[in-house]
């Protein structure tokens, strides 16, 4: 049976579940009571569609048009649907536009290009350039270089197999010779190395598994969201999670033709916003999907003179080992130039040979006569400065690719003459060359690089690398700004009031590094640095099995922030860690014994004995690490927005990086009585009983204590109906004599305490009084 299609309305709180094989649709439907007791309006579900089987996540997909039948299939969603549409819920789809899996086995449209080349009615879908490898498809699958991995290629009727791996072989060549076999098809099976430098698709980011979809194609935005607007146009779905538009040739097209397709129902994509970039106002979105929420919430606990004394420290701990300075830009330039190098060579390859060809053909003079050579470091030098993801049109080049930036650029060259193919470059982004098709695809492809460069530079590389306070190295973040003060706490909120009330917030994803209460554990060393300096004092002995005081010194706040836990699961995230710096090893060029002795060093150091010290301080600490989670959770769950509970995280949750934060979890979870659910169930169930306290009408008015202490309450109203209150840096407060005389003077009226309702409030009130038994109030008008 079809639910009755619902309005296209904002939702009032989503709740993201991490559908897998292990978590299918019919795990979520049992676990639907339970989620609608919470009080939220809607199931967040991670991706739908068929993907590459075992998938635990989904973002691999092979085929738009179907369900996937390893999570119940089109039935099993549509009587999901059903079950949550009986307990008043409705359904978010996080949706994947960007790329599909290169797995031609199971991907029938890329098994059709591989098979009849560009002439393939499917050629249209896949970013491929034709005109790069003499005209085939680069497939970097083989284990080692061609000759030594020959034997391992099997014709099989009119398929080649090469382990499990499969490939289509053009029509009539079956019988021919391995080499002139190879030579006959439109592809090119070769060593996995040679992506690097010789790739010749878009892919995601790095990751040549997964390859870029022209969505920009009419027809190809039709048949891929086919089936996803027939579950919106029957009811089945109602909202939508767009998952990394800045890979997208031109997401402000997309997304409109998108929210045209839908209706207009509301969607939230998957946008990082650097610090001071704001959402393009022209896209027709609710807005983003929350980590530009999360940056300020984690800043707002997060004391500012703390950071500066940790940093400092970490310095010393640090410094002596190259690229360890603890100077956050020069980290990220220094990472973009390894990326550029070593992951995304081939993409500035093919963005050199775009500006060759414009500079080549130009009937203005001045472009003519650019080495190649010139032009890939023009290209480089331009993009390693990038402050944001990427540009949207020529006018966003130019304020993005800045002259100060070319100026930087030219410096890179000894010859003034060489140094103008930066002005040449930079000339092309911005439009003034010419806007022709070859023209636009050198600024939709430098836009590409860019988004991928900022991504594998920033969040996978310089994150791992610059790690004095590991929780403001968080998706969104700028660890360069790890705090900030109210005042700009309360201007974003009033912000986004204003300009976007219907996005969406997030403190903990599928893709934070650390879940939201591993952040606010470790915000409180910011509090202490020196009480943390001297704990690493105690359980560090200088070359006793430390790989390197990076590691050590990110390991040390690892397990604090986490507390007693597996020790694979703190080996996981820390291998990880070491991978993604990429300073010792990395994922394309492992080193063992390096990645031995972090093992090794994990095992008798953090999740040894030492590390029960390290427990021991986070013990003594825990009234005010309470105070955080307690904090964050309050202020996520009533700023302006739409706030996404990521599963598990109404309890206290601590997760590391995926595949950690990925797991299922049990529904209902244990431990009903914990402060953070009934903190969680009262604001989500104030959100639904005054949904016009929260909505697109509603107002955000910062509230200012008074007295000795009210820098460290910061509260909040919402449309007069809603008070918010937390206690900000509760161990400076209790380090000063607490709260003594300081009052929070409230809005008109008798206000109920939603957390306690036997209390009552009305105009001037003590926090001390406020404050008490929890560190947080939430309070409702009742009079």
């Known amino acids: 049976m079809t639910p009755e299609r619902p309005d296209p309305a904002v939702p009032t709180a989503t709740y993201r579940l991490q559908l897998q094989p292990e978590f299918p649709f019919g795990a979520a439907a ?129 398929v080649l197999r090469y382990h499990d791996h499969a490939f289509p072989l053009r029509e009539g060549t079956r019988e021919l010779p391995l080499p002139q076999l190879l030579d006959a098809q439109w592809y090119r099976p070769v060593w996995w190395r040679l992506a690097r430098t010789e790739l010749n698709y878009r892919r995601f980011f790095s990751i040549s598994e997964l390859i870029g979809v022209r969505v920009e194609d009419p027809e190809v935005f039709e048949a891929t969201h086919a089936k996803i607007l027939q579950l919106l146009d029957e009811g089945v779905v109602d909202g939508l999670r767009v998952d990394h538009p800045d890979g997208l040739a031109d997401p402000g097209a997309y997304l409109r033709r998108l929210h045209e397709a839908t209706g207009g129902r509301w969607t939230v994509v998957e946008k990082i916003l ?95 006569d650019r080495a190649p050579w010139a032009l890939h470091t023009a290209l480089r030098e331009l993009l390693v400065r990038m402050e944001v993801y990427r540009p949207y049109t020529p006018g966003d080049a130019a304020d993005v690719v800045t002259e100060e930036a070319a100026a930087e650029a030219r410096a890179a060259f000894a010859v003034p003459e060489e ?83 219907g996005t969406g917030t997030a403190v903990s994803t599928h893709d934070t590094k650390r879940s939201a209460d591993v952040r606010a554990a470790l915000a409180v060393l910011t509090q202490c640095p020196r ?23 990110a390991a040390w706040q690892t397990v604090f922030g986490l507390g007693p836990a597996d020790p694979e699961r703190v080996r996981g995230a820390l291998l990880k860690h070491v991978r993604e710096a990429g300073l010792y090893t990395s994922w394309t060029e492992q080193e063992p014994p390096y990645e031995e002795a972090v093992e090794a060093f994990v095992d008798a150091g953090p999740c040894g004995v030492p590390g029960e010290r390290v427990h021991a301080l986070r013990a003594a600490l825990e009234p005010h690490i309470g105070a955080n989670v307690l904090g964050t959770a309050l202020v996520h769950l009533t700023m302006p927005g739409v706030p ?33 659910r009934a903190v969680t169930r009262a604001a989500l169930a104030l959100r639904g009983r005054r949904p016009a306290a929260f909505g697109d009408a509603a107002t955000y008015v910062p509230l200012a204590a008074e007295g000795p202490a009210a820098a460290h309450c910061v509260a909040y109203a919402r449309s007069g109906e809603v008070v918010a209150a937390v206690t900000r840096l509760s161990l400076r407060l209790a380090e000063a004599g607490g709260w003594r005389d300081t009052w929070l003077t409230l809005p008109e009226g008798r206000w109920a305490d939603v957390l306690a309702p036997a209390r009552e409030f009305t105009g001037q009130t003590r926090a001390e009084e406020l404050f008490t038994p929890l560190p947080v109030a939430l309070l409702e008008r009742v009079g």
């Open 274 to 368: 650097a610090d001071g970039e704001h959402l393009p106002a022209s896209w027709p979105v609710a807005g983003t999907t929350g980590y530009d929420a999360l940056r300020h919430v984690d800043a707002l606990f997060t004391d500012p003179a703390g950071a500066g004394e940790l940093l400092g420290q970490y310095r010393r701990f640090a410094a002596p080992q190259t690229d360890r300075g603890g100077h956050w830009e020069a980290t990220v330039r220094r990472a973009a130039y390894r990326v550029l190098e070593h992951e995304l060579s081939a993409e500035v390859d093919r963005l050199t040979r775009a500006a060759g060809r414009l500079c080549a053909a130009s009937p203005d003079l001045a472009l003519r």
């Open 644 to 676: 996404d509970l990521y599963q598990g995280t109404e309890d206290e949750y601590r997760t590391l990086v995926d595949p950690d934060n990925r797991r299922p979890v049990a529904f209902p979870p244990p431990d009903p009585g914990a402060a953070k």
């Open 531 to 553: 009480r943390w300096a001297d704990t690493l004092a105690e359980v560090t002995r200088t070359g006793e099995g430390v790989p390197d005081a990076q590691l050590a010194w």
């Open 419 to 501: 140094a103008g193919a930066v002005d040449v470059v930079r000339g092309l982004l911005l439009g003034r060359h010419g806007d022709g098709p070859g023209h636009v695809e050198l600024r939709t492809r430098f836009a590409q690089t860019a988004s991928a460069l900022r991504a594998k530079s920033v969040e996978d590389t310089a994150f791992y690398r610059y790690v004095p306070l590991l929780s403001a190295t968080e998706v969104g973040g700028d660890p360069a700004i790890p705090a900030l003060p109210p005042e700009d706490f309360h201007a974003y909120c009033t912000r986004v009031q204003r300009d976007w009330p």
């Open 30 to 158: 049992a676990a639907v009571p339970y989620l609608a007791s919470l009080g939220v309006s809607h199931l967040h579900l991670s991706p739908v569609l068929e993907a590459v089987p075992g998938s635990p996540h989904g973002y691999d997909v092979v085929d738009h048009a179907r369900v996937r039948a390893e999570l119940g299939g089109e039935d099993g969603l549509r009587a999901l649907a059903a079950t949550a549409r009986e307990h008043g819920l409705g359904l978010v789809l996080d949706i994947v536009p960007n790329h599909m899996a290169m797995a031609p086995r199971h991907n029938h449209a890329l098994w059709e290009v591989l098979r009849e080349g560009p002439e393939s009615p499917y050629a249209r879908w896949f970013d491929i350039d034709w005109a790069a490898q003499d005209g085939k498809v680069l497939v970097p699958v083989l284990g080692r270089p061609l000759g030594a991995e020959a034997d391992h290629l099997v014709v099989d009727g009119d």
